[in-house]
């Protein structure tokens, strides 16, 4: 147990920061939040020999959601200024059969220690080897969704993913769930996007989640090329596709959508299914962008994608571009800063399906950032994005546990593990 005194803490609801508070972290969730008038009665009842933590130089904030990310694809950060997605897939599908265990999993940690020192506590990260990035994951000590991407077909152009039968891909799942997952690490189904999976597979990974109460991740509707593959298959768009399947509910999230029909948009919104907006990716892909303007009753998170879609890598530098990517010549499409503190907050809790994130409130986790309380000028919404952009954490904590302490990580040499990832890019070069 441990007791943080004198906290001021960002309040996402309201928007707003509250002061002179106490909270008690117990078993990795906020046990209490009380005023700091009553903490000396409160503090009387308590063993003498519990830490206590004097907060009164921070300003604390619940822990940042980045919903949608492929760590492992850090080595390939800086390879173009952008490019097209059909020749981004194939890369990605090409070089999937060319890294190693070590390349992988050394590529995910440093990805997600980055993340960590940005103020991210919760990922949701895209996968189709599980294993390595959770090895690295459970390294990190990050709080993560883990997306288990496996397909049965490809209706794309160029490289095709590794593509295995109906029955032996939920045998994988089943597996991977039963034996991967912890406190830290969710397991969900995925499929890589709506070319890679027949109607019999979608129906089955969404049962699963539906069944387990979890959520099928997968891209869709990532561009006109991607749009234009899917209608020649099938005569219709992916939406509607999917809406016909029965399964655009609580328990899908769809990543992208950024080149929707008005049939489309009427669709989703007469639906409950959850959207991951990655803006940076589909402009660095040319793939238009999601119509967030009208789509704002959703479940919208917001995600970096990956460094080889995405150079920065940033969940704060995504929050500004999503802000003035949107309405370049129409305020009223424009999202303002308000939601967009949501997106990265308590709405990617309800993407990622980890319901007790996002909030400093009690019952949920301990999932905490410190930053200097000096720092911040104004409490308006535009104005915390924009501290939460050039402060970085003092420290972090996951799970009730301090991860970073003094901008120092207390589990892990980061040193060390950036050592390792520059090494492998320097065998990359070489070869």
């Not at 399906?353 to 905490?368: E, H, R, S, T, Y």
Request: glycine letters at 4%; hydrophobic letters at 35%; proline letters at 3%.
């Amino acid at each position: 147990m441990v007791i943080l005194k004198d906290v001021n803490y960002y309040d996402i609801e309201k928007k707003l920061v509250v002061s002179n508070k106490f909270l008690v972290i117990n078993e990795g969730r906020i046990s209490t939040i009380g005023r700091m008038e009553e903490y000396n009665n409160f503090r009387s009842s308590l063993p003498l020999l519990l830490s206590e933590m004097d907060c009164r130089k921070f300003i604390l904030f619940p822990g940042l959601i980045n919903s949608h990310l492929h760590p492992s694809k850090e080595i390939y950060n800086g390879l173009n200024d952008f490019d097209n997605i059909k020749d981004i897939l194939n890369k990605v599908h090409q070089n999937n059969k060319l890294e190693t265990e070590e390349t992988q999993t050394i590529s995910t940690l440093y990805s997600t220690l980055n993340q960590i020192k940005s103020g991210v506590t919760s990922i949701g990260i895209f996968t189709s080897r599980p294993a390595s990035d959770i090895n690295a994951l459970t390294f990190s000590k990050i709080r993560a969704n883990v997306h288990y991407c496996q397909s049965n077909q490809w209706i794309g152009d160029g490289e095709k993913p590794k593509i295995g039968d109906v029955d032996k891909l939920l045998d994988n799942y089943h597996y991977v769930q039963n034996n991967l997952s912890s406190d830290l690490i969710y397991i969900s189904p995925a499929t890589a996007s709506e070319l890679s999976a027949d109607s019999i597979l979608l129906s089955e990974l969404h049962n699963i989640a539906k069944t387990h109460n979890k959520k099928l991740f997968l891209h869709v509707n990532e561009g006109k090329t991607q749009v234009e593959s899917f209608k020649q298959y099938y005569n219709s768009t992916a939406i509607d596709y999917l809406n016909r399947l029965n399964i655009l509910d609580r328990n899908i999230s769809l990543i992208h959508c950024s080149y929707l029909t008005q049939q489309d948009i009427s669709i989703l919104n007469d639906t409950y299914s959850n959207l991951i907006h990655c803006p940076v990716s589909n402009s660095y892909v040319g793939a238009s962008t999601m119509p967030i303007s009208l789509l704002k009753s959703k479940n919208i998170g917001l995600g970096t994608d990956a460094a080889m879609v995405n150079p920065l890598n940033n969940l704060l530098f995504e929050a500004f571009f999503c802000l003035y990517h949107h309405g370049p010549s129409n305020l009223a499409e424009k999202v303002n800063s308000e939601y967009i503190l949501d997106m990265i907050t308590c709405l990617g809790a309800n993407v990622l399906d980890i319901p007790d994130i996002g909030k400093i409130k009690n019952g949920n986790f301990a999932d905490l950032i410190f930053l200097e309380k000096d720092g911040m000028s104004q409490e308006n919404p535009i104005s915390i994005l924009t501290y939460l952009y050039n402060t970085s954490p003092i420290h972090v904590m996951i799970n009730g546990e301090f991860i970073i302490k003094d901008k120092v990580f207390t589990t892990i040499s980061y040193d060390d593990i950036e050592n390792s990832f520059k090494q492998i890019i320097n065998n990359l070069k070489g070869n």
